[in-house]
């Protein structure tokens, strides 16, 4: 027994087909429609959870020590020792973008940090009483604003640890206040 082909009328034929295209513009629609949206939704993520351009400015940053520099840390040599039984200065790198006050000798220049695992916001303590500022960690290639004195030894008596004894002529600088600077 051999089946035969069941006729299709010319109408009946088109009529799924036509049904198929138009499905496949609306449903194409829908999904640009959704493409810009979620693309929408990312920016506007991107742009509220974004930090906001900081130059590093407060009162305590622009009035303590004698000079006011914003400088990109280069490098930290050594490890930062986080013991809460030992007070110190940690010595770092930094190359000055910009003096705000006071003068400095080059365009790289060596400051020593106290206790620098601490938090500058929490770093104060009985023996150092006028530091501080609004960075929450060291990391290289950071900007920070400062606010510094020269030379560290007339206003901090203590261990410095100073993996760069030897490297410049210039003197240690004393950092005050240390802000974070944000682009």
């Given amino acids: 027994m051999t089946r035969s082909p069941?006729?299709?009328?010319?109408?009946?034929?088109?009529?799924p087909i036509a049904?198929?295209?138009?499905?496949?513009?609306?449903?194409?629609?829908k999904s640009k429609i959704l493409d810009v949206l979620s693309l929408l939704c990312v920016l506007g993520l991107c742009v509220s959870c974004s930090k906001k351009?900081?130059?590093?400015?407060?009162?305590?940053?622009?009035?303590l020590g004698s000079i006011e520099v914003t400088a990109q840390l280069l490098e930290i040599?050594?490890?930062?020792i986080d013991d809460p039984l030992y007070d110190y200065a940690h010595v770092?790198?930094?190359?000055?973008?910009?003096v705000h006050r006071g003068k400095v000798e080059g365009d790289i220049i060596y400051v020593g940090h106290y206790n620098p695992a601490e938090p500058r916001s929490s770093v104060a303590d009985a023996r150092v009483r006028q530091i501080?500022?609004?960075?929450k960690r060291f990391k290289a290639t950071d900007i920070h604003r400062m606010a510094l004195e020269v030379p560290i030894d007339d206003?901090?008596?203590?261990?410095?640890?100073?993996?760069?004894?030897?490297?410049s002529k210039y003197p240690i600088y004393w950092a005050l206040w240390t802000n974070l600077v944000i682009k």
């Fill in 155 to 167: 206003y901090y008596m203590g261990g410095i640890i100073n993996k760069y004894f030897g490297e």
């Fill in 19 to 29: 049904d198929c295209q138009f499905q496949s513009k609306n449903e194409n629609r």
């Fill in 132 to 135: 501080g500022g609004n960075l």
């Fill in 77 to 80: 040599r050594g490890k930062i």
């Fill in 92 to 98: 770092m790198k930094y190359k000055v973008l910009q």
């Fill in 53 to 63: 351009p900081d130059t590093g400015e407060d009162d305590k940053v622009t009035t």
């Fill in 6 to 15: 069941i006729p299709i009328e010319r109408s009946d034929f088109r009529l």
